[in-house]
């Protein structure tokens, strides 16, 4: 796949592509103006073939654990519903705070990806059923202004590599 991208990666974002490339993993990369939402991701999905998601980072009542639900862009999801399909207590979007603490990253960035920056591994990942179809997947590599197009063969070898365990989950 094609990569075309004009700015320098960041470090954070540099992480991603260093684990890919160790893998020998096939990915493209392209670069497009900030995306901070769901509805966002419309201004680029000509650019990026393949299934786009909207990433939610959740936290339960305590706040002591972590949640990232990852779900088709244009898929409500009912955080009543994910709280009994999970077993979790009441969940809540985490704050900025807590975004920055557990995954290093500031809002609109966070995604299956994110999960490198989680050193203590108590987020716990779910993404939706409809995602898992085979298709090619689309997240940002820990920026918002860069999108990664990737087989799901090889987000699960990334999440693998990373030691995170992918939970499916049917909203």
């Given amino acids: 796949m094609e990569k075309i991208y004009?700015?320098?990666?960041?470090?954070?974002?540099?992480?991603?592509?260093?684990?890919?490339?160790?893998?020998?993993?096939d990915y493209g990369v392209v670069e497009h103006e900030p995306l901070y939402t769901a509805e966002d991701l419309n201004k680029i999905k000509e650019?990026?073939?393949?299934?786009?998601?909207k990433n939610l980072f959740l936290r339960n009542a305590k706040?002591?654990?972590?949640?990232?639900?990852?779900?088709?862009?244009?898929k409500p999801v009912n955080l009543k519903e994910v709280k009994k399909?999970?077993?979790?207590?009441?969940?809540?979007?985490?704050?900025?705070?807590?975004?920055?603490k557990?995954?290093?990253?500031?809002?609109?960035?966070?995604?299956?990806?994110?999960l490198v920056n989680d050193e203590e591994k108590v987020v716990e990942l779910y993404i939706e059923k409809e995602l898992l179809s085979g298709e090619l997947?689309?997240?940002?590599?820990?920026?918002?202004?860069k999108t990664v197009t990737i087989s799901l063969d090889g987000l699960k070898k990334y999440l693998d590599h990373i030691g995170v365990t992918l939970n499916e989950i049917e909203l």
């Avoid at 997947?137 to 202004?145: G, I, K, Q, R």
């Fill in 137 to 145: 997947l689309n997240f940002h590599p820990n920026v918002n202004y």
């Fill in 63 to 74: 706040g002591n654990k972590y949640y990232l639900i990852v779900a088709e862009d244009s």
């Fill in 6 to 25: 004009t700015t320098e990666p960041t470090e954070i974002e540099q992480k991603v592509y260093d684990i890919l490339d160790e893998l020998g993993v």
């Fill in 47 to 53: 650019q990026a073939p393949g299934l786009h998601a």
């Fill in 85 to 100: 399909l999970i077993g979790s207590t009441n969940l809540s979007f985490a704050s900025e705070d807590r975004l920055m």
């Fill in 102 to 114: 557990v995954l290093k990253l500031v809002p609109g960035s966070v995604n299956p990806f994110s």
